[in-house]
């Protein structure tokens, strides 16, 4: 996941992969795909054809 890159605040969340923290560091630190992540594989895999 990106994080806000001014303030480092993680309820600000981008990306495609989601990461198990919070703005106070708590959490497992975990990574999971968001469903925008299977989305892009499948831009990516036919070459934008399905858009």
Known sequence: ???SA???EMRKRY???YV???DE???????S???SFA???N???TNGEEV
């Open 20 to 22: 198990d923290k919070d």
């Open 6 to 8: 001014g303030t480092g």
């Open 33 to 35: 795909p968001k469903r």
């Open 39 to 41: 989305w892009y594989k």
């Open 1 to 3: 996941d990106l994080v």
């Open 15 to 17: 990306g495609f992969i």
């Open 25 to 31: 560091g708590n959490g497992s630190y975990a990574r």
């Open 43 to 45: 831009v990516i895999t």
